[in-house]
């Protein structure tokens, strides 16, 4: 079973950050938060991971609470080519380190 | 740097008939995995390897076979194709399970009918 939870769907206008949440109440203190993301089926790209620190990258930040249990994706700005699936995914370090994925969310960038 | 490649893109089967998948990566990566994902879906974990000649089974195992003869390759089988296992299939790769990522072909789009 997926250890995260997602809105299923979620507007954003172009230009405008994208804020996506995720709730994880139940993660490991071991276990890191992944996002990837899917475009037209796709296959999932990477996109930021971390484990308590808020992380930034080239293409997003990940804001982390502080007892672990949500996380926020953050878009600056988003494009209309952000238009995708976003996963926020609990890495568990058995099963050889497999990704549990569940419904997502999909974020749709309006102009 | 090709990163994973997966083969065929895209197949048509009869209920019953055979067929490999094959994954390869060129990254020198340990860890491998097949997932599925079905329509309005996330992926899940068929079968994965931890290194060369090793596998093992993952959420979703019925059904396939595989095998990891050589590093950089993964196969995945299904040995008498159900209308069940129509799905995409996706390879995905990584040189460690905790901090590195997993990375992803491009998918295999299979119709079993």
């Known amino acids: 079973d997926a250890k995260t939870t997602q809105p299923p769907s979620m507007d954003c206008a172009e230009g405008r950050a994208a804020n996506l949440p995720c709730n994880h109440s139940?993660?490991?203190?071991?276990?890191?938060v992944y996002w990837y993301r899917q475009i037209h089926s796709q296959g999932p790209q990477y996109i930021i991971h971390?484990?308590?620190n808020n992380e930034t990258n080239e293409m997003a930040s990940l804001i982390i609470t502080e007892d672990r249990k949500s996380s926020t994706l953050i878009l600056p700005h988003a494009t209309l080519r952000d238009t995708a699936v976003y996963y926020c995914?609990?890495?568990?370090?058995?099963?050889?380190?497999?990704?549990?994925f569940g419904q997502g969310t999909e974020l749709s960038v309006k102009p | 740097n090709a990163g994973v490649t997966q083969t065929p893109k895209f197949r048509v089967l009869k209920t019953g008939q055979s067929m490999t998948l094959l994954c390869a990566q060129d990254?020198?990566?340990?860890?491998m995995y097949w997932y599925r994902q079905d329509p309005g879906m996330g992926l899940r974990l068929i079968h994965y390897?931890?290194?060369?000649?090793?596998?093992a089974k993952g959420e979703v195992p019925d059904g396939y076979n595989v095998s990891r003869l050589k590093k950089q390759n993964f196969l995945l089988g299904l040995e008498s194709a159900a209308p069940s296992q129509t799905s995409v299939y996706f390879c995905?790769?990584?040189?460690?399970?905790?901090?590195?990522?997993?990375?992803f072909g491009p998918g295999t789009r299979l119709l079993v009918l």
């Open positions: 995905a790769s990584t040189p460690d399970v905790i901090v590195k990522t997993q990375y």
């Open positions: 139940t993660i490991s203190g071991n276990e890191y």
């Open positions: 971390g484990l308590k």
């Open positions: 995914i609990v890495r568990v370090v058995d099963q050889g380190g497999k990704l549990i």
């Open positions: 990254m020198n990566h340990e860890y």
């Open positions: 390897s931890v290194g060369e000649g090793t596998t």
